[in-house]
C-alpha cells in the first residue's frame, strides 16, 4: 500500500468529459454546486485527495450523472506484485 506521500491516484475524475458532454464551464459548475473554481479545477485535473459527501452529491445533481460517472479506478501497473 503506498504512503500518505505519494502522489500516484488509483482513482480518476472525468469531471472534464462530463462538462464536455453537457456544454458546460468549470465556472458555471462552480457557482450551481457552491464552491470555488480553484476547488474544481483541483478535482478535475486528479490532485484531490478527497471529496465530500455532499459536493459529490451536488455535482452529480447538477450533472444529473451518477458518481461513477465522475470517478473511475485504474490500478497503477507499478505496484509492486507478490512472488
Do not use: W
Not at 456544454?23 to 478527497?50: C, F
Amino acid at each position: 500500500m503506498s504512503g500518505e506521500g505519494d502522489e500516484t491516484h488509483e482513482i480518476h475524475v472525468r469531471l472534464d468529459h462530463l462538462l464536455a458532454e453537457r456544454d458546460m464551464t468549470l465556472a458555471e459548475l462552480a457557482v450551481r454546486v457552491g464552491v470555488t473554481n480553484v476547488n474544481l479545477s483541483i478535482l478535475k485535473n486528479n490532485r484531490a485527495k478527497a471529496i465530500r459527501f455532499t459536493t459529490l452529491m451536488s455535482i452529480c445533481r447538477v450533472l444529473e450523472c451518477q458518481p461513477g460517472d465522475l470517478l473511475t479506478y485504474r490500478p497503477v501497473a507499478s505496484r509492486s506484485k507478490p512472488g
